[in-house]
C-alpha cells in the first residue's frame, strides 16, 4: 500500500487515492489535523437561549450530569418557546430539536446531541423553571 493510501485509511479521508492529486490529500490531512482528526465525537452544548421576547436568565450547563436549567421571569408562557443553541464542535455534531422549534417547557424536556460520527451520543435534560 502506498504512503498517500495509507495516510487516506489513517485519517479516516473521504478522498478517492486513485482520484485526488497529492495536494487534495495534504489538504485532507490538514484539515483534519486541524479539527482533532475525522470523525469528530464532540457532544457538547455551550450555549442555550429562547426567542422573541422570553426574558430570561442566563443558562446554567452541567456538562457531566447533562443538565441545563433555565429561569424565566415571571408570566412568561412556557408553553411553546423557540429555542437556540451553540453546540462545542464546530457545526459537526447535531441535534434533535431543530433550531427555533417551538418547545413545551411545562415539564423537563430531553435533548439529544449526535456527533459527526453518527453514532456518539450525549442526552441534555433541560428543566425551565419560571421565576416567582
Known amino acids: ?24 490529500v495534504y489538504d485532507a490531512i490538514r484539515v483534519a489535523v486541524a479539527t482533532g482528526g475525522f ?12 426567542a422573541g421576547q422570553v426574558s430570561y436568565d442566563k443558562p446554567r450547563v452541567n456538562e457531566a450530569a447533562g443538565t441545563i436549567s433555565v ?20 457545526g459537526y455534531s447535531t441535534a434533535d430539536i431543530a433550531e427555533g422549534t417551538e418547545v413545551d417547557y411545562t415539564s423537563p424536556v430531553v435533548f ?13 435534560t433541560i428543566t425551565v423553571t419560571v421565576a416567582s
Open 1 to 24: 500500500m502506498a504512503l498517500r493510501e495509507k495516510l487516506i485509511k489513517a485519517y479516516g479521508l473521504s478522498v478517492d487515492p486513485l482520484v485526488a492529486s497529492d495536494k487534495d
Open 39 to 50: 470523525p469528530q465525537e464532540n457532544v457538547s452544548i455551550s450555549y442555550i437561549g429562547f
Open 71 to 90: 429561569t424565566v421571569k415571571a408570566g412568561i408562557d412556557v408553553t411553546s418557546i423557540g429555542t437556540f443553541y451553540v453546540l462545542d464542535d464546530q
Open 112 to 124: 439529544t446531541v449526535t456527533a459527526e460520527d453518527g453514532t456518539t451520543t450525549k442526552a441534555y
